[in-house]
């Protein structure tokens, strides 16, 4: 698990009147306790963020049993560059989908997107990753 500081900007690129919010107003709210995220898209942001920072233990807890792996091996040397939000659509009061692109490089080679449009559920009051198509 990788330390981050509260003040510095979070990962997830998310904005304020032009200006990058530090991690501990955006997703830190959500990795850093346990509460659970306001809306499918902080939940996506919170995700990425926890990849970034390699917390399993908060990937495991937001991803939705039906498609949950028993545990996640993260790419040593990876470095992430970025989530661009194209789109958030609620569906319902309990279902919304996020297409999102990450970008990464691994240690050796080309940088890489993961363009996906990812399902989520909310269950319990906690909106929960269901799983996702690559585009």
């Known amino acids: 698990m990788k330390p981050f500081a509260m003040t510095e900007a ?3 690129g998310r904005q304020h009147q032009k200006k990058p919010l530090p991690y501990a107003q955006c997703c830190g709210r ?4 346990d509460t659970p995220a306001t809306d499918a898209e902080s939940l996506m942001r919170s995700r990425y963020c926890a990849f970034v920072l390699e917390r399993e233990p908060y990937l495991l807890k937001t ?4 498609h949950r792996p028993a545990r996640i091996a993260f790419d040593p040397g990876v470095k992430w560059l970025g989530l661009e939000v194209r789109s958030h659509t609620v569906q319902d009061a309990t279902h919304a989908e ?26 319990d009051g906690a909106w929960l990753y269901v799983d996702g198509d690559a585009l």
Do not use: D, T
């Open 10 to 12: 979070c990962p997830c």
């Open 63 to 66: 991803w939705h049993a039906s």
């Open 98 to 123: 996020v297409e999102f692109v990450a970008r990464q490089k691994p240690p050796s080679g080309a940088a890489m997107r993961l363009h996906e449009r990812s399902r989520f559920v909310r269950e």
């Open 30 to 33: 959500w990795l850093e306790s």
